[in-house]
Every structure is written in structure tokens, then in C-alpha cells.
């Protein structure tokens, strides 16, 4: 892959341009990356709103009809739903594990077998989540397992 960077005080603003043969799995990862800076979720905390940015996210989940947003540094609610999340961020790096979580794969620090086919994330902050067996095969089809 060659990179050319144009830096000069004429340029505008960022434009990026990709000269391909086609367009494959990697490019649809590199057009994901550049795109992950313009989505942003907005996290409550005692009434006051932050805006969040997706690759500061470590999970989302669901409890007593209420959903958080889990970063290194704090619980967020949202009032987003699970299902509304997930169509926001499906071009990032994000996955549904079960009915009431989905996990940023990026903040995966190891995947650990478990009873009845389910998996074990353990994330970079150390917090251990599970993976229903339903969606073991998505995260294998994903990480190329």
C-alpha cells in the first residue's frame, strides 16, 4: 500500500482519495476507519450529556430496559436501543455477543472457550464479558477464526 500525504496551507479541508483495483475487504476496512471519526453517541450522566466517541467505547448493555455505555474512564446511559446502536455503528468495529451487549472488538484483549459453546472476551480493561453461543459463528466470521 503506498500512502502520499499532501500537507499545504491552500488545502481546505481533509480530502482522501483511494486509487484501487477493487474494492475489497480492506478497503471497506480503511473507508470504516476514516468514517468512524464522524460517528459519535451521546452518553447521560446525572443529567448532564457527553459525546462519546465510538473508539473510546468498550461495550454497551442493556439492563432493566435501560441501556449504558461503558468506557475506560465511565457508565454512561444512552437512549439509544441495542438494535439502534447496532445499525449506527455496524460499519465499526462493533458486534452483537448476546441479546444485551454489544462489545467494541478492537477493546478485545483475549477470547477464551467456555461451557456450552459460549466464549469469554476479556477486554483491555479487564472486565470479562460473555459470548453467546448464537453469535460465537459472527465473531469467528469476522476475526477470520
Known amino acids: 500500500m503506498k500512502i502520499t500525504i499532501d500537507s499545504s496551507p491552500e488545502n481546505k479541508e481533509i480530502e482522501v482519495i483511494i486509487k484501487c483495483t477493487e474494492i475489497n475487504d480492506e478497503i471497506q476496512r480503511i473507508i470504516s476507519l476514516l468514517k468512524q471519526n464522524d460517528e459519535k453517541i451521546i452518553g447521560i450522566s446525572n443529567g448532564t450529556s457527553y459525546i462519546i ?44 455477543a448476546s441479546k444485551s451487549t454489544i462489545i467494541n472488538i478492537s477493546k478485545i484483549k483475549k477470547l477464551s472457550p467456555r461451557f456450552n459453546g459460549r466464549l469469554e472476551a476479556l477486554l483491555e480493561s479487564d472486565e470479562k464479558l460473555i459470548i453467546s453461543r448464537q453469535y460465537v459463528p459472527v465473531i469467528k466470521e469476522i476475526l477470520g477464526m
Open 53 to 96: 466517541d465510538p473508539k473510546d467505547i468498550y461495550y454497551f448493555e442493556t439492563v432493566d430496559k435501560k441501556t449504558f455505555i461503558y468506557t475506560d474512564a465511565q457508565v454512561l446511559e444512552t437512549h439509544l436501543r441495542l438494535y439502534e446502536i447496532e445499525e449506527k455503528l455496524s460499519k465499526l468495529d462493533f458486534f452483537r
